[in-house]
């Protein structure tokens, strides 16, 4: 099975800050990768498919982009509403594998 | 609106079976494939198994594999889950989540239910 290894696990930024989050797949998956944001209690929401297309209705704030094998999420300037859990999901063959997770927590 | 509601969950004893379902509202079932995802308590995601729109093309979590099936009722609108051999590190919030619709170059999960608790404890 691919291995999807995210980092970092956990993340402490403020309002206004570019944060970014990486996942490094263990072999290639093309642009097959999908982030996805999760709040307590809440079920994953979408942001970005396809490793850098913004879903319908995300901020412009969030993007994707791809080098090889590593993968990254970039929020431009946080907002309070951000402070959530981020996965990858690699679908580029079965099993497909989510990474670890990032936890975004506030300064 | 596009709607997934889970149903099935429960407490079981470990090594019995439970099936949950997936019923769909507000899109052509029958053109999406499907996956299962699940969440142990304070975990983070795991990718449980999928199904194309047709039944055709299935996959399964290795940690689950020959123990969990799979499968859909396109007139039904419905996905399903039959968990056997259950073990305690399958308790978890189970969510079934859309893909994208048959001819897409890529997938995407969304929409996703809210989820359906399944607790493995004797």
């Known amino acids: 099975a691919i291995q999807m290894t995210q980092s970092p696990s956990s993340l402490s930024a403020s309002v206004g800050d570019r944060v970014t989050i990486t996942c490094r797949a263990s072999q290639g998956i093309r642009n097959d990768l999908g982030w996805y944001q999760q709040k307590p209690g809440k079920a994953p929401k979408l942001l970005i498919y396809a490793a850098s297309t913004l879903q319908s209705g995300v901020p412009s704030r969030f993007s994707g982009s791809v080098s090889g094998t590593d993968f990254t999420l970039t929020i431009s300037s946080l907002q309070p509403d951000d402070f959530a859990t981020y996965y990858c999901l690699q679908d580029y063959n079965y099993p497909y594998t989510f990474g670890q997770g990032t936890k975004l927590e506030i300064k | 609106e596009l709607q997934l509601v889970e149903s099935g969950g429960g407490l079981v004893q470990p090594g019995r079976s439970l099936r949950l379902s997936c019923e769909a509202s507000g899109f052509t079932f029958e053109h999406y494939a499907m996956h299962w995802v699940r969440q142990a308590p304070g975990k983070g995601l795991e990718w449980v198994s999928g199904?194309?729109?047709?039944?055709?093309?299935?996959g399964y979590a290795d940690s689950v594999k020959g123990r969990f099936t799979i499968s859909r009722d396109n007139a039904k609108n419905s996905l399903y889950l039959q968990m056997n051999s259950l073990r305690p590190e399958d308790t978890a919030l189970y969510y079934c989540a859309r893909d994208s619709s048959f001819g897409q170059t890529y997938n995407w999960f969304d929409p996703w239910g809210q989820g359906t608790l399944v607790t493995v404890s004797s």
């Open positions: 199904i194309s729109w047709n039944s055709g093309s299935i």
